[in-house]
């Protein structure tokens, strides 16, 4: 069993103490390499087991699965073990969906996975065969079919890295030897505090979103607030489960991420409000498959949400994304 680990709390007045010419690339490079040697750790305890043919990434929405699982396969392949990577969000099936009481679509439950056919791939990939996954396109939110020169195989050094929420899912990491795989939770472990606290773990994976969902799924910040509850009560039912499954937990919270993250989202947030104010504010993208056929699932407490973030992040010093490193796990939130 795995447990929650190396814990990181970080004031406002050490962010600011780490700005400046010299200092501001050194605490990032820090920052860095602590998440990097625990891959590294990993891919050793791999490279070290030749019976190891699977590993499984599981971890609540915005915890850096998807960076962490490819930095993990490229350090798997440069020590000889060939990784090839297969996203169970490529399985969504948003055909029978299941709803909140304000009508957001849970889109978190495995039951809006086929898992069947996903655990079915898991195990043919496994045993050598050859396997064409599907592709979810995040824009559409359709599945699409892949080209089936996008195959899968294994050869006979390598391992298969699958993630997803649920890929420590009995039906998932649970259909495998657990002598023959790793699983591995993933997520960002840490608090922002400014006299009180501005930040947990929770809002730090919510900005995150913010900011991933405006530039990369079509979505303002207001939808990504207004939808979250559906995410962290969905969350709640698999997360001990799943975390007491794991053999390791990857904390994937870098402390000089504030200086990013909380800027960029400030500026989404911001622009929601404003549209808010002028009146041209988009109806919540994930609402779209809701039974209720409203534009917001509760859209007076996502403004009160949005107003008490923008208060705490604008306490928050602003440092140019440029400053973040080409590999880093935050270029999976604000790249463009």
Not at 123 to 139: A, E, L, T
Request: with cysteine; hydrophobic share 35%.
């Amino acid at each position: 069993m795995a447990e929650l680990r190396d814990k990181t709390d970080i004031t406002v007045e050490e962010l600011e103490e780490s700005l400046g010419a010299k200092k501001l690339p050194e605490f990032i490079t820090r920052c860095e390499q602590t998440f990097l040697d625990r891959i590294d750790a990993i891919v050793e305890e791999i490279c070290s087991d030749p019976d190891k043919k699977a590993i499984f990434v599981s971890g609540p929405t915005s915890s850096g699965k998807t960076t962490f699982t490819m930095r993990l396969s490229a350090g798997l392949t440069a020590h000889g073990r060939q990784a090839n990577f297969l996203s169970l969000d490529d399985y969504y099936n948003t055909n029978e969906l299941k709803f909140d009481k304000d009508g957001r679509p849970d889109f978190e439950t495995i039951d809006a996975l086929d898992i069947d056919l996903a655990a079915q791939h898991i195990k043919d990939i496994i045993s050598g065969k050859r396997v064409v996954p599907p592709f979810f396109n995040f824009k559409t939110r359709k599945r699409e079919e892949r080209d089936p020169s996008e195959y899968i195989e294994l050869p006979d050094n390598g391992v298969l890295v699958v993630e997803g929420l649920h890929g420590l899912s009995e039906k998932t990491a649970g259909s495998v030897d657990p002598d023959k795989c790793i699983k591995v939770f993933i997520m960002p472990y840490g608090n922002v505090f400014c006299d009180t606290k501005l930040m947990d773990s929770n809002e730090l994976r919510m900005l995150r979103r913010i900011v991933r969902d405006y530039r990369h799924r079509g979505a303002h910040a207001l939808a990504t607030v207004d939808y979250w509850p559906m995410i962290a009560k969905s969350e709640e039912a698999y997360y001990t489960d799943y975390l007491t499954r794991a053999d390791v937990h990857v904390n994937s919270f870098l402390p000089y991420e504030s200086l990013i993250i909380a800027p960029l989202a400030l500026h989404d947030i911001k622009e929601a409000l404003s549209h808010v104010e002028d009146g041209t504010i988009e109806p919540n993208v994930f609402m779209e498959k809701s039974n209720t056929g409203k534009d917001f699932a509760d859209f007076s407490s996502a403004l009160a949400k949005c107003s008490k973030l923008v208060k705490h992040l604008e306490k928050i010093p602003v440092v140019n994304p440029a400053h973040v490193p080409a590999q880093s796990i935050l270029n999976e939130f604000i790249s463009k």
